[in-house]
């Protein structure tokens, strides 16, 4: 069965090398702090999370201006109740639903690749999706990519609210 959805993956940007260097439990209260924040995002603007992957999360909704909504508002909050710089990708499009709590095709797979193309404190989406942003956001286009995986070149566009990388991050590499 094909429905229309939104995603977005989000992750911690260098969460490897910050275990690394400040240890599991250091690791484990900013993933704490990062998955809290996400939970309460994602309730108050209606989103679901449709899974976990170690250091980040995906996101999943019917609705393009709430999940975008969400995304910003991570964004916007992120420096005060997370250790690490967030980066993201946002798509959307028809695909397939699997086994009634999966979903299968080329949103999901586009989301997931601009969130690995992203750098600390960016969220890259396909540029359709820059609608759905309000001010103050800021959506500011990148062009078109090849993404890795996709024949034809993407429209993509850079979300931001502010400067999300703030004095409370440390940047570190991954």
Not at 38 to 52: D, F, L, N, Q, T
Not at 74 to 81: K, S, T, W, Y
Not at 89 to 100: K, M, P, Q, R, T
Not at 143 to 167: K, L, Q
Request: glycine share 10%; aromatic share 8%.
């Amino acid at each position: 069965m094909r429905v229309r959805r939104y995603f977005a993956f989000v992750d911690l940007c260098g969460f490897t090398r910050f275990t690394e260097a400040h240890g599991d439990e250091e690791a484990v209260a900013a993933l704490t702090g990062f998955r809290a924040l996400v939970r309460e995002i994602a309730s108050e603007h209606g989103v679901r999370v449709a899974k976990w992957l170690g250091d980040g999360a995906m996101f999943v909704s019917t609705d393009g201006r709430s999940l975008v909504l969400a995304l910003c508002d991570l964004e916007r909050r992120a420096g005060q109740a997370v250790t690490l710089p967030l980066r993201g990708g946002l798509a959307a499009g028809d695909v397939i639903l699997f086994e009634g709590d999966d979903y299968i095709g080329g949103p999901v797979n586009l989301a997931a690749r601009l969130c690995d193309d992203a750098g600390p404190g960016e969220f890259l989406a396909e540029a359709d999706l820059g609608q759905f942003a309000l001010e103050p956001t800021a959506v500011r286009p990148m062009g078109t990519r090849i993404v890795p995986g996709f024949i034809r070149p993407v429209s993509v566009v850079a979300i931001a609210t502010e400067d999300p990388i703030t004095e409370t991050h440390e940047i570190i590499a991954s």
